[in-house]
């Protein structure tokens, strides 16, 4: 296997003209867990695209809780987009090579739309803490323009962030091999390639991390530490009501972080093999992003049967 690739010079920095995405090493008969991979996308797909119909053309979803909804089913089809066609056709199809310069623009996506999943989350629990612990200011509180800002500030700010963790990548020097240790253009992978210092890459990549998993997990746990409170004070029979509409919430966050902070625990505390790695890391970019739409699309159904049985009696 090729280990270098032709190499473009400039004043300053040694930039390679492409990366090889190395992905699997010694799986037999790997090809059919992309071939699972392409029905995970087809699903995707199709949930994702008749949940964002459903909730565009029914008015009566035409609400805060469901806008974030669709913002998720939104995030979960760019993200799907943007990562599963292209390890299919890089692995499926042995294209491994990928432009230098596509390949920090693959990495700019991944991660915008890995850090919408995780920040759509918070914004869910949110609208969960704010309907459960102040219900009768919530429809005060929880409105169309609010939500929207939310949104927009999170594209905005994470934006931002991946730009400069993207951007720095150009100051580094890439001298030896372009091999990439993942299934992706991924971010400690590639930087870990260069030949000159990389320690603002690493704060940098610590920084990303604590803005996609940690901060949104804390604050997610404090909201349901306080819904918890909240629901210790009123009666059993609206307690449970209440439990019940945070159970699918409570799901799409385990799904995605679940995986993603194993994973992490694991290769500091001892060795994960890159297999392991890979596997994990596309069910965790994937798997949650065709459960979403199942787990909201029977929230909606279950919703839609309730209006039209109060529209009726």
């Given at each position: 296997m090729p280990i270098k690739a032709a190499i473009i010079f400039n004043a300053t920095f040694v930039r390679p003209a492409k990366f090889y995405l190395n992905g699997f090493s010694n799986i037999p008969h790997v090809k059919y867990y992309y071939v699972f991979l392409c029905f995970v996308y087809i699903m995707t797909v199709v949930g994702n695209c008749f949940l964002l119909s459903v909730i565009y053309l029914v008015k009566t979803l035409h609400t805060p809780k469901y806008?974030?909804?669709?913002?998720?089913?939104?995030?979960?089809?760019?993200?799907?987009?943007?990562?599963i066609p292209k390890v299919l056709d890089t692995f499926l199809f042995d294209r491994r090579y990928i432009v230098y310069e596509a390949c920090l623009s693959y990495m700019f996506f991944v991660f915008i739309f890995a850090g919408m999943q995780s920040w759509t989350l918070v914004t869910m629990a949110y609208d969960r803490f704010?309907?459960?612990?102040?219900?009768?200011?919530y429809h005060s509180i929880v409105t169309n323009?609010?939500?929207?800002?939310m949104l927009l500030f999170s594209w905005f700010c994470l934006s931002s962030v991946m730009a400069v963790m993207v951007g720095l990548i150009n100051r580094l020097s890439f001298c030896g091999s372009v091999v990439v240790q993942s299934f992706y253009c991924d971010h400690s992978p590639v930087y870990r390639l260069a030949c000159n210092d990389t320690s603002i890459n690493t704060v940098m990549a610590w920084i990303v991390f604590i803005i996609l998993v940690c901060i949104p997990v804390i604050l997610i746990s404090l909201t349901y530490v306080s819904i918890s409170i909240a629901l210790a004070k009123i009666a059993s029979a609206e307690r449970l009501k209440a439990m019940k509409t945070c159970t699918s919430h409570l799901m799409l966050v385990a799904i995605f972080f679940l995986p993603v902070l194993g994973t992490n625990i694991t290769s500091v505390s001892s060795?994960?093999?890159?297999n392991a790695r890979i596997i994990n890391s596309t069910l965790t970019h994937t798997i949650p992003a065709l459960l979403n739409p199942i787990i909201y699309s029977l929230k909606t159904e279950e919703k839609l049967r309730k209006e039209k049985y109060d529209l009726f009696f």
């Open positions: 806008m974030i909804v669709f913002n998720l089913a939104l995030t979960d089809l760019c993200g799907s987009t943007t990562l704010i309907a459960i612990c102040f219900p009768l200011r323009p609010a939500i929207a800002a060795y994960i093999h890159p």
